[in-house]
């Protein structure tokens, strides 16, 4: 397994692995599957503002991905980032999240970020329990917010704190 900055030649994987989630799970709250323009769009607009997009290959495919994006859109929050994670349903179970999330975290590093959060739906324990094990605390969960599939979800927010610092 090999971890690398992700590339255009990668949006298509990237996109079959994140549809996959949209159509099949309730772990995205997307209801169309994205187009490879939106996934080409969602990845111009991640190198614009310097937001890592990284790859996990296994002979030379894409079996995961994570990216950091803008948590809220305020300047209070530049400091802050979220963290999305997807591995392609048949390489589950495999270390392939918890190689994404340690390297995610140090791009995050590499950046100055102080913290990460991730919002994950509840049920979705494989992914709260990958964050609990590399130190993400659960700070709340918003009971029923999401809806999907005829289905009120709950979300559950995890973060962590990348420095001790109380000034960057």
Known sequence: MKIENANETHLKEI???TNYSIVNTNFNFNFEPKTLEDTKKWYDEHIQKDFPIIVCLLDNKVVGWASLSTFRDYRGYDKTVEVSLYVKNEYKRKGIGSLLLKNIEEEAKK?????IVSVITGGNDASINLHK?????????????????????????????LWNKNVI
């Not at 950046?111 to 913290?115: E, H, K, L, S, V």
């Not at 094990?133 to 979800?153: A, P, R, S």
């Open 15 to 17: 996109n079959e692995i």
């Open 133 to 161: 094990k590399f130190g993400y605390e659960v700070k709340c969960t918003f009971e029923k917010i999401g809806f999907k599939n005829d289905t009120f979800l709950d979300v559950v927010f995890l973060y962590k704190i």
């Open 111 to 115: 950046r100055n970020f102080n913290a």
